[in-house]
């Protein structure tokens, strides 16, 4: 192959890496202006009183160099099926990233980018053993450049995929051979986008409990008087209902800063919420200020888990998170699928996306069997700390036998909700946090399985199964808890089963 | 009932959890003795000493006695064609299948005490988690890594 074309980031880069760099360094030195730069007095030579204004010039200035020399040593070029990258002055580091490897291009315009037309484009491959970044980052590039790399990741495949054909071999094994005809039709189909309510809804009911707990905490104080404070001093009385008035107001005051804040965030960046279908690509773009656009591969999902929020349910609404097998830890390996939609509508835009997703309600319930194991784990710390608050607070303490009926209550709650499924190749899980958890799982994608009992637990022929599924570089677990022992081992079974003769032909079928 | 996976680990293994509760207890024991020391010099009541000797014995006979006899007794494994189940657990019995497609790669290591007794412990990894078998006969933990490793690549699949 001939020396191929060298390309470079666009210079806005230089200033995007100053401002990063500055904005990792800035407490430091916020710190050193302020123990420094206000003095005063007129003692020492001149450049010892203007210490910190230098070292942040020599700073600022020292900042925007290496940022122009990332930006000038900074090369990204296509050759032999591979993107490669070179960079740094000393030591020059090259990264070679094979477009096999390559999982997703993932972009991101930030309020920098905007104005020239440029994206950020990260390049999201396999493995991913850097748990920190992506495998390759190019901060500033133009639209017509991205284009470019997503065009000859396209003609790279297509190379790949001619190749056996050429050479008149028949590869059986040949991935995604069925692809083929699909991709001649070049459809971008959306599925879902949020409309301005529903984006209104997310924003304002995202983090809204602690607002209203402590708007619950001002009107209790109102009622201050009803509890007996009569026994007490006159003076500290008041003090005290003074005192948890002021202290709530401030709660409540705070709370209702963050969460305005935090609305005001979710609203810019799930704005214009749009998740689409392209071949075997899930993109999902969203943003306002900072439009960001992410791929996820059909193939990497590991797991679809829809997620009813009680109090978002009260408005028809729910949530549906994938895992994911590629991208980092955390956030990028969950990934909101659908951060609102109406649950009514749920089964129609999924379907859509997952057709081979049987995507019913899970219809086994654990029995009465295992009902008390949901609270009954929870008397061993809560009797003591009752015991204690009884003695130490006499008659008041009393109070603290109210949690009794409500930690019981919850158990109740979290047994009626749990249930699971088995459909051919596909298992359902329901089990309750807080909000309830719907986990629709391919056997295929489950990395192990476990069933757990205690010692009480296998008294009463009960047991709990716990699934592992891979997200990102860790795991997410889905479980249902205190079943019954014949249903546990039934899941068991049919997950251990499966993979035997026959249906280990049927399962490549389906996996490819 | 399922059946318990058919193969226990090594008897000596049961001598390694016991020195290992040995060398816990030591611990606890010079932290004892460090309290009764200071006791005595503090004029504190006799029966703190009662107290520290009973608690070092009910610990010493937990971690070198039951423990590791419960542990040992409760700890199986199968490696089968298709997949590998483990059993384990003190109080909690938990059982494991992990299928060989899911297998990612498996480890042997070895620390000093394990080596003394020739034994050694192989980790399952998969994609989400990574699973351990303790203290195995060093030549069987060898011969079931290879095993592991040329039944899991038999079964390519994808992520």
Redesign the interface.
């Known amino acids: 192959m001939s020396e191929q074309q060298r390309y470079k980031l666009h210079w806005i880069t230089a200033i995007i890496e100053m401002l990063k760099t500055m904005k990792e360094a800035i407490l430091p030195l916020v710190v050193l202006v302020f123990a420094n730069g206000w003095k005063g007095g007129g003692t020492g030579p001149w450049y010892f009183e203007y210490l910190s204004f230098i070292i942040f010039g020599v700073l600022i200035i020292s900042l925007f160099v290496s940022g122009i020399i990332k930006w000038k040593r900074f090369e990204y070029w296509f050759e032999d099926d591979e993107l490669r990258i070179e960079s740094g002055l000393f030591v020059k580091k090259k990264r070679y990233i094979p477009f096999d490897r390559i999982q997703s291009l993932d972009y991101t315009e930030g309020i920098f980018h905007r104005p020239f037309g440029l994206v950020k484009v990260k390049v999201e491959t396999?493995g991913g053993s850097s748990m920190k970044k992506a495998e390759g980052e190019l901060t500033a590039i133009t639209k017509v450049a991205a284009e470019r790399i997503k065009i000859e990741l396209a003609e790279a495949k297509k190379r790949k995929k001619e190749k056996p054909v050429v050479e008149g071999e028949v590869t059986l094994l040949a991935d995604d051979s069925w692809e083929v005809p699909v991709e001649e039709t070049v459809s971008v189909r959306k599925i879902f986008s949020m409309s301005t309510k529903d984006l209104l809804i997310l924003a304002t009911t995202s983090g809204g409990i602690g607002v209203i707990l402590s708007g619950v905490a001002i009107f209790m104080s109102q009622f201050a008087d009803l509890i007996p404070f009569e026994w007490m001093y006159e003076e500290i009385s008041a003090f005290i209902k003074f005192g948890v008035l002021i202290v709530a107001i401030a709660v409540f005051l705070g709370l209702l800063g963050v969460w305005i804040l935090s609305v005001g965030m979710t609203f810019l960046s799930h704005y214009n919420f749009t998740v689409s279908l392209d071949k075997e690509d899930i993109i999902i773009t969203r943003g306002l200020l900072e439009k960001k656009r992410v791929t996820v591969p059909l193939?990497?999902i590991?797991s679809v888990v829809l997620i009813e929020n009680p109090f978002r349910k009260v408005f028809g609404y729910v949530s549906v998170k994938i895992h994911s097998?590629g991208g980092g830890v955390g956030e990028s390996s969950r990934i909101n699928l659908f951060p609102l939609v109406k649950r009514s509508e749920v089964e129609t835009y999924l379907s859509e996306i997952f057709p081979e997703l049987y995507l019913e309600e899970p219809s086994k319930k654990p029995t009465s069997k295992g009902r008390p194991y949901y609270y009954r784990i929870d008397f061993v710390w809560m009797l003591p700390v009752i015991g204690a608050l009884i003695y130490f607070f006499f008659p008041y303490g009393l109070f603290s036998l109210a949690i009794i009926p409500v930690i019981v209550a919850y158990g109740i709650w979290q047994h009626r909700s749990a249930a699971y499924e088995i459909v051919d190749h596909q298992l359902i899980m329901r089990f309750r946090t807080f909000s309830l958890q719907t986990a629709y799982t391919m056997k295929?994608r489950?990395?192990?399985?476990?069933?757990?009992?205690?010692?009480f637990?296998?008294r009463k022929g009960v047991a709990t199964i716990l699934v592992?599924?891979?997200?990102g570089m860790?795991?997410?677990q889905a479980t249902v808890q205190h079943m019954d022992v014949e249903d546990a081992?039934m899941i068991?079974?049919w997950?251990?089963k499966g993979?035997?003769t026959s249906e280990?032909i049927v399962d490549k079928e389906i996996?490819n | 009932m399922r059946s318990q996976p058919a193969n226990r680990i090594s008897k000596k293994g049961l001598k390694v959890w016991r020195l290992y509760g040995l060398i816990q207890t030591i611990i606890l024991a010079v932290l004892a003795i460090g309290g009764g020391v200071l006791t005595y010099f503090l004029e504190g009541p006799w029966w703190i000493y009662a107290v520290e000797t009973v608690f070092l014995l009910i610990i010493g006979y937990l971690l070198i006695i039951l423990f590791p006899k419960v542990r040992w007794m409760r700890w199986r494994y199968e490696v089968r064609d298709s997949e590998i189940e483990l059993q384990h657990g003190i109080f909690i019995v938990k059982r494991t299948l992990i299928p060989m497609v899911r297998v990612q790669h498996v480890d042997t290591s070895q620390g000093p005490i394990l080596r003394k007794y020739g034994l050694a412990e192989i980790s399952i990894s998969t994609a989400a988690t990574v699973h351990t078998i303790p203290a195995l006969i060093m030549a069987e933990a060898d011969e079931l890594r290879g095993r592991i490793s040329v039944l899991a690549r038999v079964a390519e699949d994808d992520v």
């Open positions: 396999a193939k990497r590991q097998a295929k489950i990395q192990s399985m476990e069933m757990k009992q205690s010692y637990h296998r592992n599924v891979k997200s860790g795991s997410y081992e068991l079974d997950y251990e993979k035997k280990v996996i």
